[in-house]
């Protein structure tokens, strides 16, 4: 087994309390884990205390870190997470957990750790993590963790770089850090990432705060080449709808977008705005509104899959299906949109666009081209990467646009 220059660093230098692993994606930081958690935990046997593994979700954990180590080591010496959250990991149980939400504080209040690996650090809860601080509480107690860069302001980059009490070990990756990384697949993520805040938080490796335009590939496309702008109907497999509802000083907002088969390319094929003034849309002429789009729709493109709307708006929803029932579309599924974290759906938009795999028809979609090429984050909240929402910027139609595709994100974005 060949390990590189940076994994063997690690191998040798993580000796701290605090040892943790930071940097590009795909860059080899967390294979080398692989080989680390058996020597903690073989390490540590006997001992008192208990072994926690750390995860976004224990889904992640399983991904992450269960399977990887399963097709090295055996199922024999690493089994799945059972039930109660807990896994045999050579020979030891292994509690494993998810630490995203403030609720999992109490999965470990009470516990004596005396070993911890942490992935995905960044995606955790503040007070998981201050609660792991003190749970850690033997004179060999050991932390292992990586993640993603993200905004300078982030907590976990507060403890890295700015607290110069603790016994830690801190090591930064960049993606040219893995030698055998493919030269095509660096490439490929090089040109996936370009012009984004994440070029330089997943290629480079760096702590960046995001700032000007979201979408800037496509806001530049859309007025010099237009290269993802189309004329012609695509050869389409799915077609889905969503729907955002608005209110005082928003917008009703209706986006059609198709893929093909395989999931290799997301279309924008119609999208519509209708201003909310003073309330003046009732539930029935907003059915009807909604059914005229669905109809052109199916008079362009043909009969959409599903129709996704914002979950918040139940009754709303219950009018929609009254109306399309009267006018011809008894049909039409119409479910609640899933609604998952707005940046996990900002980044698929932009990786997609950078990989040439976003079109958008050069009729019809006027709303959404201006919602994308006015999205801005937000320059007041340095804290975290948030999309501006004050009003500037056409959220409604962006958030209609995301409804239709966030389900097949991870069928979209084939690798990581």
């Known amino acids: ?18 040892n943790v692993k930071t940097g590009a994606t795909r ?4 294979f080398m884990d692989y080989y680390v958690i058996p020597k903690r935990i073989r390490a540590v046997a006997g001992k008192d205390g ?21 097709n090295i080591w055996g199922t024999a010496l690493v089994s799945d997470i059972k039930s109660d959250n807990t896994a045999v990991m050579f020979g030891t149980q292994v509690w494993c957990l998810g630490a995203e939400k403030i609720s999992q504080v109490d999965a470990i209040r009470g516990m004596s750790v005396k070993y911890c690996y942490g992935d995905e650090v960044v995606t955790w809860h503040p007070d998981v993590f201050n609660m792991l601080k003190s749970r850690l509480d033997k004179s060999y107690s050991r932390f292992d963790g990586t993640c993603n860069p993200d905004n300078p302001n982030h907590w976990f980059y507060k403890f890295l770089y700015e607290n110069h009490d603790v016994d830690l070990y801190v090591q930064e990756y960049s993606i040219y850090d893995n030698p055998f990384l493919p030269e095509e697949v660096v490439k490929n993520l090089e040109n996936e990432y370009r012009g ?39 050869q389409l497999s799915r077609i ?8 005082s000083g928003s917008a009703h907002t209706f986006v059609a977008t198709g893929s093909d088969r395989g999931f290799n390319n997301l279309y924008a094929l119609l999208s519509q705005r209708v201003e909310c003034k003073d309330n003046d849309i009732d539930p029935d002429k ?10 052109r729709v199916v008079a362009m493109f043909g009969n959409p899959n599903v129709v996704y709307c914002d979950s918040a708006e139940q009754t709303l929803i219950l009018g929609l299906k009254s109306t399309a029932r009267k006018k011809g579309l008894g049909w039409l599924r119409i479910e609640n949109a899933l609604k998952t974290t707005i940046n996990d759906r900002i980044r698929c938009a932009v990786r997609l666009m950078a990989q040439r795999r976003f079109y958008c028809m050069d009729y019809g979609c006027e709303s959404l081209v201006n919602a994308l ?25 962006l958030d209609a646009f995301e ?13 990581e």
């Open 1 to 18: 087994m060949s390990f590189s220059d940076k994994q063997q660093e690690y191998f040798q230098k993580a000796t701290h309390r605090w």
């Open 27 to 30: 860059s080899g930081k967390t």
């Open 50 to 70: 208990l072994i926690v593994i750390l995860g976004h979700t224990k889904g992640t954990l399983q991904r992450n870190i269960i399977e990887p180590l399963q």
């Open 196 to 234: 984004t805040v994440y070029f330089d938080r997943y290629i480079l490796g760096h702590w960046t705060i995001a700032e000007g335009l979201i979408y800037k590939l496509f806001a530049d496309n859309a007025v010099h080449d237009k290269t993802m702008f189309i004329s012609q109907k695509p």
């Open 240 to 247: 889905n709808i969503g729907v955002d509802f608005g209110g």
């Open 286 to 295: 907003l059915g009807e509104m909604f059914c005229e789009f669905v109809w």
């Open 373 to 397: 090429s006015t999205a801005v984050w937000n320059p007041k909240n340095l804290t975290a990467d948030e999309r501006l929402d004050n009003g500037t910027s056409d959220i409604d139609t």
């Open 403 to 415: 409804y239709t595709f966030e389900r097949d994100i991870s069928r979209f974005i084939k690798y």
